[in-house]
């Protein structure tokens, strides 16, 4: 099988200041030698507590921070040192949803221009009536009405504008989405309703997911594969089903014991 | 559903409606700016307009009682004068004839706006008496004429002025905050260095680098640019923080995802988020610009005669001497001090108002 998105070693670390006078400063080891790989058309989950680096790690997977050290291919291509230009041409292949509902939709822009802006960058001449189109079609996929173009994010719901968020990351068609917690922070009816929307759009259009999340109770339902990690480092991987039945990690262990249940199939 | 740019900027104008000093002040610095755009019309006479007999000749006294003990539609008396045992001119009303203040009267001719040639002003009287509202100069030139044609250069400095400064101020905030690193040290160092400077030392400075003898519009420009060249750090410093915090917002982050170009984001996702900021300060800083100018003209390194502005007529008012005798040369010096405080007061009600912070920390 391919390997769509492969990480080597990779490494983030954020300086931290200690002192004003003192010219010595510490890191934190957000992300410290990373490797994984994921499969094309699979989903891959990464699991840690809060502060492990997940997000970090996300972030530096897609060039949105700068990694310290370490490598990425996408599609066996390095693109780790592409310059910030020649990245924008891979981008279309990649996209990212955050965590934070609130926080990653602009909100002084309308839903149009939010999901319409990576269409225009990406192809500059397109006609606006392919823009609109394609907007429209991109809200309709993630289930949403074309009435709400108009609209500022603020009038939405944390799950409406995840929505948008997915909408806005799949309107150009890419292959593979890395998906930041998008539901820790929704209601357990809303967070199953979601899940269930990026299963469906997974198997409609081919896509491959990296799912973050801080407990593996989502992560059953969807990911092919777990890696865990804690304090910016894999601790375990495999098998989701190999993980569930006999984790060898202590950590892993423990995260498994404090699972809360939720279903997927009641709501949707 | 109301949009939400709309809805917040309503309940920020409900919120400086209830700021009653603030609204005060708007209305305040409305007419002194209408005042200056219409100063052809308003002004009873134009600016070079002089009379030299009439030296330092006091505020016409406006009569409404007549010498009969009638009640009388608003009039002057004609004045003459006589040099008294110190060779000073004393005015006194010649009260044979009034002469009605009549409103738009003809007088001298100009030309509205640059196009519209006529002759029409507000009020005046028969050209036989001179009217002066606000007394006359060492030149027997109309102060309130000079005055409302000086708010001409004094208010729309302050305006261009900021306008420039803030353009240049939020775009290296801009550039500085989101690239940070070397950017970011190298614009912030160079407008520290303009900043630590005593402004009015860097004015002076400023101005010695320009030629003495130049058209008035020149020195205009360069007042301003001497101004905004003084003004834009601060913004810059401003804004840089705010971009600071906005470029590490998940929405920044996307909008690389989406493959947008570094000038890209600073301009549509970080600098449109500083506005509120933005304004407040200009409002803020407005009163400076107007402060600057006055203090250049008044060293007579401004607006130069017979050109006006608020500055240039108060340089009028340097010796003590002239104070005590001709107490209206001051008059220029209230006006300058009514827009600042006017500019303070609506600057606050607008920080009240539309709160940066608060939005900031909102969400
Ligand atoms: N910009 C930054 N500067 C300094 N330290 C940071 C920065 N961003 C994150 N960190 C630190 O790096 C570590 C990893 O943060 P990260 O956000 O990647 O964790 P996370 O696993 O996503 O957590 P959560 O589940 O809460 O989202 C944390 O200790 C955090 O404090
Ligand atoms: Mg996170």
Not at chain 1, 91 to 108: A, C, V
Request: proline fraction near 4%; hydrophobic fraction near 45%.
């Amino acid at each position: 099988m391919e390997k769509i998105l492969e990480v080597k070693n990779l490494k983030k670390y954020y300086p931290v200041q200690k002192g004003i006078f003192s010219k010595t400063s510490d890191s934190v080891k957000a992300v410290d030698g990373v490797s994984f790989s994921v499969q094309s058309g699979k989903t891959l989950g990464l699991v840690g507590e809060s502060g492990c680096g997940k997000s970090t790690l996300a972030r530096a997977v897609l060039r949105l921070i700068e990694p310290d050290l370490g490598f990425i291919f996408f599609k066996n291509k390095d693109i780790t040192k592409l310059s910030y230009k020649e990245m924008k041409n891979i981008r279309r292949n990649f996209q990212i949803i955050f965590q934070d509902p609130f926080g990653s939709l602009d909100p002084r822009f309308t839903v149009f221009a939010i999901i319409s802006e990576g269409l225009i960058n990406f192809s500059a001449n397109t006609k606006k009536e392919v823009i609109y189109e394609k907007t429209v079609k991109a809200v309709e996929d993630v289930g949403l009405s074309k009435d709400i173009l108009n609209r500022y994010p603020h009038e939405f719901s944390g799950g409406q504008r995840q929505r948008i968020s997915i909408a806005r990351a799949l309107v150009f068609s890419p292959k593979l989405l890395i998906l930041d917690e998008p539901v820790s922070s929704l209601d357990v009816s809303i967070q199953a309703q979601i899940i269930n929307l990026l299963i469906n759009l997974q198997k409609e259009k081919g896509l491959s997911y990296v799912f973050i999340a801080h407990d593996l109770s989502v992560v059953r339902h969807i990911c092919d594969q777990v890696c865990v990690m804690k304090s910016g480092k894999i601790v375990e991987r495999g098998e989701t089903s190999q993980i569930f039945a006999n984790p060898t990690n202590s950590y892993t262990q423990r995260l498994l014991n404090s699972i809360p249940q939720i279903n997927l199939h009641s709501t949707s | 559903m109301m949009k939400k740019s709309n809805s917040s900027f309503k309940r920020g104008i409900r919120k400086l409606k209830q700021h009653k000093l603030a609204v005060f002040s708007f209305w305040t610095l409305l007419i002194l700016y209408l005042s200056a755009l219409f100063a052809p019309i308003i002004a009873p006479y134009h600016y070079e307009t002089e009379k030299r007999a009439f030296s330092y000749a006091p505020p016409s006294k406006v009569h409404f009682i007549d010498s009969k003990g009638k009640f009388s539609r608003p009039f002057i008396y004609r004045r003459n004068y006589q040099f008294n045992e110190f060779y000073k001119k004393v005015y006194q009303e010649d009260k044979t004839k009034k002469y009605p203040i009549k409103l738009f009267v003809k007088g001298d001719s100009y030309k509205f706006l640059g196009v519209l040639k006529t002759d029409i002003h507000l009020f005046g009287v028969d050209d036989a008496a001179y009217f002066n509202l606000l007394g006359t100069d060492s030149r027997g030139r109309d102060l309130f004429s000079r005055i409302v044609y000086g708010g001409q250069v004094s208010l729309s400095i302050g305006l261009v002025g900021v306008f420039i400064a803030l353009i240049i101020g939020v775009l290296v905030g801009g550039l500085s905050g989101y690239f940070g690193g070397k950017t970011d040290t190298l614009l912030m160092r160079l407008a520290e260095i303009i900043m630590v400077i005593p402004s009015f030392y860097l004015m002076l400075s400023l101005r010695s680098v320009f030629s003495y003898s130049l058209s008035s519009l020149q020195i205009y420009f360069i007042v301003v640019f001497i101004m905004s060249f003084i003004g834009w750090p601060g913004i810059a410093r401003v804004v840089r923080g705010m971009a600071i915090s906005i470029r590490q917002r998940e929405f920044v982050l996307a909008s690389r995802a989406l493959g947008g170009s570094h000038l890209g984001i600073i301009r549509k996702h970080i600098i449109p988020h500083t506005f509120s900021y933005v304004i407040v300060a200009a409002s803020i800083s407005i009163p400076g610009y107007i402060l600057g100018e006055s203090a250049l003209s008044l060293l007579g390194l401004g607006i130069q005669d017979p050109y006006t502005s608020w500055g240039n007529l108060l340089s009028e008012a340097m010796a003590v001497s002239q104070i005590q005798l001709h107490p209206w040369v001051l008059i220029p010096g209230i006006f300058i001090f009514i827009t600042v405080m006017a500019f303070n007061l609506l600057g606050d009600g607008l920080r009240d108002a539309f709160d940066p912070h608060a939005e900031f920390i909102k969400k």
